[in-house]
């Protein structure tokens, strides 16, 4: 009965974020529902106790990379630079490789720090003007969407500044450029599967007279580029939030060492040293500073552009951040109350019933991952209640944690992208699609980023590459 109550919470949970209900008015009522099926009496201390300190923790640790990432996508839609990326990639990489172009674009803005919800909007009407140029079916471009800013670029790339690969350097105590190798490699596999299956659908839909399509939806309105700025300007915050994230990683620990205490004679307000473990928290930092610095860089070198609508864009952005970054904790405490329950018990017996630690890592993230619709509210789940156990196997069987970091990261963004994930959904609106037109597609970059997973692990024992 108790496993009971912990598949019907999940599913209960599944369902309603399905049907477009908030994950942060349902989780907490899943999480206590099962609860109260489990001993009634314990439904508010574990409220208080669990679920709340749990959400608080990782609101505490993650807001602020939310917060940022959300501005910093922001400025770079409201400065014209996102506009001029793409339509540099189409002129330089070429309309006839329109699918190469889309998952170029997308992939830069993603790992340069633009939130995929923004890159969906901000690639949307190129890529429509690409799609109808070409001659290429629209309900095919969700598919090249999907692969450029939802798979190798949220999590297998090193260094990506996107949430999915911050979340576990705080279990892990590693860094956003774990296992770099096994990173590119599995990115490289992504990119190659992925493209070659793009353009199979591609071609095997023209070669039977399929054009664009007629009686579209949300189409949009024709985009005058001649006055974008130039794109090696458009470019630059990229690759400034690429070098201050990775110098920042090197550097930080260098300045502080292992811990850093301020004195109450510093702060005289606070009456006892502020200590913290700087290990633990040198990745936020890094990103954090790295976004605040490309933020600043789009700011002074588009001034004029940015300043107009800079308050509104920014209170957007914030209300945007605070959404996300409440779901995920939603789903964090969540996670923190189903792991304290009788009936978990079963569920991670069975998981530790697989032998191989990553493997059981990435399968028990995968699942949360596709049960909730979300990356990192699955990973999430899976870490605050499982993060030890993994830990465990992985020291047992001499894994390093970066490779650990690597599986995890990578498991979460595959399996998520099922019907009701909500990039998925925001992708289909904005393109004025349906699952039914064009969800095969994007399901088809699902598996093979799952697939890529396994591949990453294959890949580590047979030859040790880190």
């Avoid at 907490?28 to 001993?39: C, E, F, R």
């Avoid at 928290?281 to 954090?288: E, G, K, L």
Wanted: glycine share 8%; hydrophobic share 55%.
């Amino acid at each position: 009965m108790s496993f009971v109550i912990v598949l019907a919470a999940l599913a209960f949970l599944m369902f309603a974020a399905y049907r477009g209900y908030s994950v942060i008015l349902v989780a907490p009522i899943a999480a206590l529902g099962a609860v109260l099926l489990t001993d009634p009496a314990a439904v508010a201390p574990v409220f208080s106790g669990i679920f709340m300190e749990k959400l608080v923790s990782f609101v505490k640790l993650y807001f602020p990379v939310f917060l940022l990432g959300a501005v910093f996508g922001k400025v770079i839609e409201l400065s014209g630079f996102s506009e001029s990326i793409v339509a540099a990639a189409i002129r330089y990489i070429g309309r006839s490789r329109a699918n190469a172009v889309i998952v170029a674009v997308c992939a830069l803005l993603t790992y340069g720090g633009v939130s995929l919800f923004v890159v969906v909007f901000a690639v949307y009407p190129f890529a429509a003007e690409l799609y109808r140029q070409s001659n290429i079916p629209k309900r095919l471009m969700p598919g090249a969407i999907a692969l450029g800013a939802f798979s190798f670029t949220m999590d297998s790339l090193p260094g990506t500044p996107q949430i999915q690969n911050i979340i576990p350097t705080t279990f892990f105590k590693t860094t956003a450029w774990a296992a770099p190798g096994l990173g590119v490699a599995g990115s490289i596999f992504i990119v190659v599967v992925g493209l070659t299956f793009l353009e199979w659908r591609r071609r095997s839909a023209m070669a039977k007279g399929e054009g664009y399509g007629t009686s579209l939806v949300n189409e949009p309105e024709r985009i005058e580029t001649s006055k974008l700025p130039h794109p090696l300007l458009a470019i630059a915050p990229l690759v400034l939030v690429g070098i201050a994230n990775f110098a920042l990683t090197q550097l930080l620990p260098q300045w502080y060492g292992a811990s850093y205490t301020v004195a109450p004679e510093v702060l005289p307000g606070v009456h006892a040293p502020v200590s913290v473990a700087v290990k633990s928290m040198v990745a936020i930092w890094a990103v954090q500073g790295a976004l605040l610095l490309g933020i600043l860089l789009v700011v002074l070198t588009a001034f004029g552009r940015v300043s107009e609508r800079f308050a509104s864009g920014t209170k957007a952005a914030v209300a945007g951040a605070l959404l996300a970054s409440l779901n995920t904790a939603s789903e964090y405490g969540f996670g923190g109350v189903i792991a304290a329950l009788p009936g978990f018990i079963v569920v991670s017996d069975a998981l530790k019933s697989i032998p191989n630690p990553l493997v059981n890592a990435a399968v028990s993230v995968s699942a949360l991952a596709g049960i909730t619709g979300s990356a990192s509210g699955g990973m999430s789940i899976a870490l605050a209640a499982m993060s030890d156990l993994f830990i465990k196997g992985a020291q047992a069987a001499h894994i390093p944690m970066e490779v650990l970091h690597r599986v995890v990261a990578m498991a979460s963004g595959g399996m998520d992208t099922l019907p009701h994930n909500g990039a998925v959904i925001t992708l289909l609106a904005v393109t004025g699609l349906t699952h039914r037109e064009s969800y095969r597609d994007i399901f088809a970059v699902t598996v093979i980023k799952t697939l890529a997973v396994f591949f990453v692990i294959a890949l580590y024992y047979t030859t040790g590459l880190v």
